[in-house]
């Protein structure tokens, strides 16, 4: 197996004078499964495809293990790519179609035919093996995708949002058996997905992108528990943590008619005298009295044992939506005002102007 670095690596495409990615250091551990996430345009499938070759590296360089790979063919790099859309020959059954790559590079019919069975077996597609494409449904064509990946025995494996074409239900099914499989496998994987629930989900890791620029990298709790800036506190978690501005007050900052405790020194570190805050729907308090920030209920959603509730409230003159997570079985309706508190041990305060974290991780 190997690892995977990208060491100062910026795409720049003709007629652009802005980077798809710019000076992108991450290094990928042996073995590891990380996933790159981030909003369309944030540049991580350009990532994925100077990682496989399939676009030029302009500045810095790429090495998968101890190799510098930043100017070798594609077929050289020992890499195995499973595509959005599968990619799958329509005349081929799922045999020809897993063994393919191998009957190019001139492996025996015997290996080739032994190491195909070996895949499917893995991937419970031995009953279809003789099937052709057209015959298997979107969940099995993937997984014969998987399978072309597999055969190969490759270094590493690259996905480009391979769960994409698949239904709310079998993406979530799907998504298990490739995080189980990969890690039976052992195979260094970098994984490019739009949806951060996948992320949280199946990664070791998660590298979020935005603008071409790396934001973070950690494990999922490091990114959901103690996010570097708005834009990944943001983007983590689903539904996405509340944000908003908030005043400094004697002893921590103003929320509402209620004075939430935050130590001096982490305010004198911001810029100005108001800081953004970030309170997860989970971490939100909901009263009918006493102090709090005063919320118009617009809709609550019932998940069984879970509501959701979402209302608005003003910030500064500006309509400020609230989710926080409830009662399934007692909660307020719509129409009703309620006042809202947050977990003081679960806030989030990031600077106005820098966007940046201002207090320490959180921590249970």
Do not use: C, W
Request: charged fraction near 25%; charge should be negative; avoid cysteine.
């Amino acid at each position: 197996m190997a690892t995977v670095t990208f060491d100062d690596a910026t795409r720049i495409y003709p007629g652009s004078t802005v980077p798809a990615v710019s000076d992108l250091n991450l290094e990928v551990g042996d073995g590891e499964f990380l996933v790159m996430v981030g909003p369309s345009g944030s540049g991580k499938s350009t990532a994925l495809r100077m990682l496989a070759g399939l676009e030029e590296v302009n500045e810095g360089r790429i090495l998968i293990g101890e190799r510098d790979v930043t100017d070798m063919p594609p077929k050289d790099r020992d890499i195995a790519m499973v595509f959005q859309n599968y990619a799958l020959y329509p005349h081929m059954t799922v045999a020809e179609n897993m063994g393919f790559a191998l009957k190019i590079a001139g492996v025996a019919k015997e290996e080739r035919a032994a190491r195909v069975l070996e895949a499917a077996k893995l991937l419970d597609l031995e009953p279809y093996l003789a099937r052709k494409p057209k015959a298997l449904s979107g969940g099995q064509r993937q997984r014969v995708a998987m399978g072309r990946a597999i055969v190969r025995q490759p270094h590493v494996f690259l996905m480009d949002e391979p769960l994409s074409n698949l239904d709310a239900k079998l993406r979530v099914q799907t998504r298990t058996q490739i995080a189980s499989l990969q890690r039976r496998l052992g195979v260094t994987t970098v994984y490019v997905t739009h949806d951060q629930v996948e992320a949280l989900t199946m990664g070791d890791r998660i590298a979020v992108l935005k603008d071409g620029v790396l934001q973070q990298v950690g494990t999922p709790r490091d990114l959901y528990e103690s996010p570097v800036n708005v834009f990944v506190a943001g983007f983590i978690g689903s539904p996405a943590m509340n944000l908003f501005p908030v005043d400094f007050a004697d002893g921590g900052v103003q929320f509402g008619s209620h004075v939430a405790p935050v130590a001096r020194d982490i305010l004198a570190g911001a810029h100005g005298n108001k800081a953004t805050i970030g309170i997860r729907p989970e971490d939100v308090r909901v009263a009918t009295d006493g102090d709090g920030l005063p919320i118009d209920v617009d809709l609550v959603e019932e998940l069984g044992a879970d509501a959701y509730l979402y209302g608005h409230t003003e910030v500064d003159g500006s309509r400020v939506d609230i989710v926080a997570r409830v009662d399934g079985r007692n909660h307020p309706v719509e129409g009703d005002k309620v006042l809202i508190l947050p977990e003081e041990r679960h806030i989030h305060l990031f600077d106005t102007e820098t966007g940046q974290r201002l207090n320490p991780a959180v921590k249970d």
